[in-house]
């Protein structure tokens, strides 16, 4: 068994800062690639970034510049950096994590989410 465990998120003001963590647990053999989704209200889940086991990141166009995602490998966990915040924001965001139980297995798991919100 496998768990993401995510930690952060809340409510801040439009231009404020937030960060987000996950750790992952369990049976793992290799983890793959790490990142975040979000999805707002009415609106398909989303990328927001990704961060592979050797460092290439990925970001969705409108968090360039704002959001960071990083790494810890020794400890299975990713964050995400959130400035510069925007109303549109406003999400529930969900880690996910591409990970191998073993020589064999590859599958894709998600965190519970957690809320963030940006008041204007």
């Known amino acids: 068994q496998v768990q993401l465990v995510e930690s952060g998120g809340g409510l801040v003001q439009a231009g404020g800062s937030l960060s987000l963590s996950c750790a992952a647990s369990?049976?793992?053999?290799?983890?793959?690639?790490m990142g975040w989704y979000r999805q707002a209200p009415g609106k398909q889940r989303e990328l927001v970034a990704a961060?592979?086991?050797?460092?290439?990141?990925n970001y969705a166009d409108s968090v360039k510049g704002r959001f960071t995602i990083s790494r810890d490998n020794a400890k299975n966990t990713v964050y995400l950096q959130m400035n510069s915040l925007k109303p549109e924001d406003t999400a529930v965001y969900y880690c996910?994590?591409?990970?191998?139980?073993?020589?064999?297995?590859?599958?894709?798991?998600w965190g519970q989410g957690t809320q963030v919100t940006v008041s204007s």
């Open positions: 369990g049976s793992i053999f290799r983890i793959n690639a």
């Open positions: 961060v592979t086991s050797g460092g290439s990141t």
């Open positions: 996910n994590a591409d990970l191998s139980s073993s020589l064999f297995r590859r599958d894709n798991y």
